[in-house]
């Protein structure tokens, strides 16, 4: 059980796509892809995953996380061969579709599984601090990977994918050798439920409010990024520093990984106020500054923090449902929520730029979602204090 949160932090390094930065210079370059049809390639694989999140947790819940992890880390180490293969819209779609997907298949499941994990070993209080440790170890490791491997392009354009192959594959084999805890052998024995039954099973009211709510603050901390390097063109940052702020706010982030479980100490109702709070002063920083240094800062912030909140949110919530044996249907209903508000997201923020400029647009978006917000808030407060199911 001991080796499983070890193995886990090394799980963390080599699940990630080390030849990200590389995929549009490669289908464009050398397989002729138009940008519509990244745009396209991009629409379809979101789809995708709002699809998949939820029934693949099921799936988990049903038949073992470990088996779920060892398949998901299985169909996303393909992803990059296929991008070998067939460097085309064709293949670029399929290498998309197969990483997102056999990335529901471990979203949820490697939650539910550590839980586990340190709930045999008798240290479920730990989880927070396990989960931002691994992310530290992740990050940092991926900065490493994403600067070195691009470098092997010039050697030849598939070689960044080979190793991306080496290193996913190695991600598989590390979940083959994960150690499955006695309560989901017993679990998965005795599990015979259907999906609808599991949903059902979930306190109604209660954590449909809740779940919009995370989802939507989940939403624009992820999609708050994409317009990103526009603002920093646009206030006169120079695009020879864009890697190396991309590659800062990954290392703060592992930093801050190291912290967040204090934040899982605090009250749920505490931290979800915080929350909310912390993305609108984010989003009025960036919207009422054109000063470069502040402007840069505050995007720092976004994957300093978005990057693990995730892990302070699941605490909370296997807290509260530790002995059920929905985890991993439970966090990927979760995430279905974030993924389904990041399709209005994107399009809300872009009409709100398009309309009043870059930096009043991030400005009065922000300043907009603060009363929804509020009132989600508020909503769930009232539901838990009246216990409604």
Known sequence: MEQNIIKY?????????????????????VGGISLSELGVIASITAIVQLVMEVPTGYFADRFGHKNSIMLGSFLSSLSPLIYIISPNFVGGLLASVIFFGGGSFTRGAIQAFIHDTLMELGRDKEYAKAMGRAQSYGLIGNV??????????QIDNRLP?????????????????FTSPRKEKVSVEKQEHTLFYMLQRLPKLNLLVLFVMIGIVSAV????????ELVFKDVGIPVVYFGFILSAGSLIAAVVGRYI??????????????????????????????????????????PAYDRNRS?????????????????????STLNFFGIGNGIWVPIALAASMESLGLNSGYLVFGLALLVPLLIFYFLVQVLDKRRVV
Do not use: C, W
Request: glycine share 2%; charged share 10%; hydrophobic share 60%.
């Open 261 to 302: 479980h204090h934040l899982a100490d605090i009250k749920p109702s505490t931290f979800y106020l915080f929350d909310i709070l912390f993305l609108v002063m984010v989003l009025v920083l960036i919207g009422s500054t054109r000063n470069p240094y502040f402007v840069v800062a505050a995007f720092l912030l976004i």
């Open 144 to 153: 490493i990977l994403i600067a070195l491997v691009p470098l092997t392009f």
């Open 311 to 331: 892990i302070v949110i699941e605490s909370h919530l296997l807290k509260q449902y530790a002995k059920e044996k929905y985890k991993a249907t439970l966090i």
């Open 9 to 29: 932090n090394l799980f963390q390094v080599f699940a990630k796509r080390v030849y990200l930065p590389l995929i549009a210079i490669y289908l464009v370059s």
């Open 161 to 177: 994918f080979a190793i991306g192959f080496i290193a996913s594959f190695t991600a598989f084999l590390l979940a083959y050798s």
């Open 221 to 228: 901390f992820d999609q708050a990024a994409v317009f990103r």
